[in-house]
């Protein structure tokens, strides 16, 4: 018993310890969830949408999140009419978390020509949630989900977690797959004070072990014994190929797939591309991490005529470039800073490839998201200011290739 009251205090007393921020871009950060949640969801009704005018408006985020539509959901069809100036070339596509503050995702809305956010959580096409919003001027109509579909509950993903797995834990998904892992004296704690019990744990001990395998993501993998997902066991859930991230170090491993896209989400957006560009694209990929767009791509048999992909950690560049090289036939030029492209650099290389068809990418969402609140700024943020280069760099590209 005592080692159960132990693990309980402990992880009272240590909220913030046991895990680490490294999040570029997560949303489901241990701790501080349902403060956020009765700050940003639940809109009211009648509240106003986000070409509102009162910029500090939360965006009402809908509940389910399931976007415009989802693969073989054919009763439900949002349509839309997108303004004038939105309309491409090129087509651009944007994300960002979907729980930022208030007035982020009107912001972000106004800069991309007042598009609406289109609000998916991953878990309605795969056995993990991503809270994630997408600003796009692509068609709608006539997606299609990348095949064979993924794997949409975890038993079915890993099953020999089953065997293991208590009566009392009912999570069928995973929560969102995080940028770092559990300490290891967690899962010790957990594995003591689980044995400890004859039968099933009490309550209390069945209700902390619980939010903890919650927030962690953490799956049962021995008797009375969690771990967190393997780097190549997320890489499987987002999408990327095997071993996509192996050769760098497990934190950046973990960093990097926590702070990507999930592709069969993204692909089942792409996808309306397939037909129109039968003979290949031009991709502007900004903030690429690991590829996770260049992979949604590839996977729908989108050709990548040229890539330029602008990408600051050298470590996802290396991760990026060694899947091209293997996969691609095309161009990738690298760039690392979004700051550094300037007009003169966007004039000079639309005029070589002959313009840009897609402009893609999800800017740092280190100050909108995170375990600590009290760090959240908003746009304003070192990091999360970098979409205003977005934005920027998109206007450039649409007016150069107006003049064209
Ligand atoms: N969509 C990507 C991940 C985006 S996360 C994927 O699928 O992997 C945001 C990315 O922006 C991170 O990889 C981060 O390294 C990168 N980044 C941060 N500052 C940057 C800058 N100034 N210029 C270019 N990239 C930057």
């Avoid at 068609?139 to 990348?146: A, E, F, H, V, Y």
Wanted: glycine share 8%; with cysteine.
């Amino acid at each position: 018993m005592s080692v159960l009251v132990d693990l309980i205090y402990t992880s009272e007393a240590s909220e913030d310890g046991y895990y680490g921020n490294f999040s570029d871009h997560e949303d489901n950060s241990y701790g501080g969830r349902k403060e956020k949640r009765k700050r940003f969801e639940g809109a009211e009704e009648g509240s106003r949408g986000p070409l509102d005018s009162r910029s500090d408006e939360p965006m009402p985020l809908p509940n389910p999140m399931v976007g415009f539509n989802l693969p073989n959901q054919k009763l439900r069809s949002v349509d839309r009419c997108l303004p004038s100036k939105a309309i491409g070339p090129p087509f651009y596509y944007y994300e960002n978390v979907a729980i930022a503050p208030k007035g982020v995702w009107t912001m972000i809305s106004r800069f991309l020509y007042d598009i609406q956010p289109e609000f998916v959580d991953s878990r309605f096409l795969c056995a993990a949630a991503r809270k994630r919003g997408y600003i796009h001027n692509l068609p709608i109509k006539n997606r299609s989900p990348l095949l064979p579909l993924p794997p949409k509950t975890i038993f079915e993903a890993f099953h020999r977690t089953k065997k293991w797995w208590p009566t009392w834990d009912p999570r069928k998904q995973l929560n969102c797959l995080l940028t770092n892992v559990a300490k290891p004296k967690l899962m010790e704690q957990i594995h003591h004070a689980l044995a400890k019990c004859e039968g099933p744990p009490p309550r209390r001990v069945q209700k902390y072990v619980l939010e903890t395998c919650r927030e962690g993501s953490l799956v049962w993998v021995g008797l009375n014994k969690v771990a967190h997902l393997e780097p190549n066991e997320m890489e499987y859930l987002l999408g990327f190929p095997k071993d996509h991230t192996r050769g760098i170090s497990m934190t950046d491993r973990y960093k990097s797939l926590g702070n990507s896209f999930h592709v069969d989400t993204v692909a089942y957006h792409l996808s309306v591309l397939r037909d129109m560009f039968p003979h290949g694209m031009n991709v502007l990929s900004l903030f690429s991490g690991i590829g996770g767009a260049e992979v949604a791509l590839h996977r729908l048999g989108i050709r990548m005529k040229t890539v330029v992909s602008v990408e600051i950690s050298e470590v996802n560049r290396f991760v990026l470039r060694s899947w091209w090289d293997q996969t691609q036939t095309g161009t990738l030029i690298e760039i690392a800073d979004v700051q550094s492209l300037t007009s003169e650099r966007l004039e000079s290389c639309i005029k070589r490839i002959g313009g840009f068809d897609l402009v893609i990418g999800g800017s740092p969402c280190n100050n909108l998201a995170g375990r600590n609140r009290f760090h959240r700024d908003g746009l304003d943020g070192e990091h999360s200011s970098l979409f205003y280069h977005y934005a920027r760099i998109l206007d450039t590209v649409k007016s150069i290739m107006d003049r064209m």
